[in-house]
C-alpha cells in the first residue's frame, strides 16, 4: 500500500506541475493555493480547480462546478482540470453554457473547454460594438444611430474598469440620459403666484343706515371751538 501510496503521490505532484506549466508558458505567475483552488496571474487572475480521480467519483465534481460558477459569476475565469478518465464523461456544452473552462489532464494538459469570465465577455462585446459602430460610419448611417452605439461603448468601457478594479458595478447613465437632465433642469418653470383681492362685503346691518351716513358726515366736519 504504501508503494502504491508513493506512486499516487508522485502522479499527483506531476500533474500539478503540469497544469502549472500550461499557464506559466502562457505568461501567468503562480500566485498560491486557496481553499484547493490554484491561483494564476497575468493582467488578472485565473482560478484552476483540480481534481483527483477519486475526488471526482465522490462527488467532487458537482461541488467543483458549483464553485466554479460562484467564481465565474463574479467576473473570474475559471477551470477545472479532470483526469482524461474522469474528463470524458463530463458535459463540455454545460461548463461552457457557464463560462467555465476545462483541462483535460494526462501526459499533456489540453484545454477541452475555453471559459468565458465576466471580462471577456465584456471584451467581446465591446469588440464587437467597436466593429459595428465603424461598420455604421463607413456606410454613411443616421447619426442617431452611430450616438447610440457610443453610449454603449462608454457604458462598457465603464463597467470593465470596474470590474478589473474590483469594485461593485453602479448604474451608468448615458450620454443622452445626462442631456436630459440638464435641459430638463435649464427649462423648468417656477409656478406664479397671482395676487388676490379679497372684496370685503358690508354687513346688511350698515346698508340703508341713516346713522352711518349721519356719522360719516360728522367726521368729516371740523370741530369748532367757542
Known amino acids: 500500500m504504501g508503494n502504491n501510496g508513493g506512486v499516487d503521490e508522485d502522479r499527483d ?58 467564481l465565474s459569476g463574479s467576473g473570474e475565469i475559471v477551470y477545472i482540470a479532470l483526469p482524461r478518465s474522469v474528463a470524458r464523461h463530463v458535459d463540455g456544452k454545460l461548463l461552457w453554457d457557464r463560462g467555465i473552462g476545462l483541462l483535460v489532464l494526462g501526459e499533456e494538459v489540453i484545454e477541452a473547454v475555453k471559459p468565458r469570465g465576466k471580462i471577456e465577455e465584456i471584451r467581446e462585446e465591446l469588440m464587437g460594438t467597436v466593429i459595428q459602430l465603424e461598420r455604421e460610419r463607413s456606410e454613411g448611417r443616421l447619426l442617431e444611430a452611430i450616438k447610440k452605439l457610443e453610449e454603449k461603448i462608454d457604458t462598457l468601457e465603464t463597467t470593465l474598469r470596474q470590474i478589473e478594479r474590483g469594485r461593485p458595478i453602479q448604474p451608468t447613465r ?21 395676487p ?30 367757542t
Not at 45 to 62: C, H
Open 13 to 70: 505532484i506531476t500533474m500539478v506541475r503540469t497544469v502549472g506549466e500550461f499557464f506559466i508558458n502562457r505568461g501567468f505567475r503562480y500566485v498560491g493555493d486557496e481553499d484547493g483552488i490554484q491561483i494564476y496571474e497575468d493582467s488578472f487572475r485565473v482560478f484552476v480547480i483540480e481534481l483527483k480521480v477519486e475526488e471526482a467519483w465522490s462527488g467532487g465534481i458537482l461541488k467543483a462546478v458549483l464553485k466554479a460558477i460562484s
Open 174 to 194: 448615458t450620454r443622452r440620459e445626462e442631456g436630459v437632465e440638464k435641459e430638463a433642469v435649464k427649462h423648468e418653470v417656477k409656478p406664479t403666484i397671482k
Open 196 to 225: 388676490t383681492t379679497k372684496i370685503i362685503e358690508t354687513a346688511d346691518f350698515m346698508k340703508d343706515n341713516p346713522w352711518i351716513e349721519i356719522l360719516s358726515k360728522r367726521g368729516k366736519e371740523k370741530v369748532k371751538y
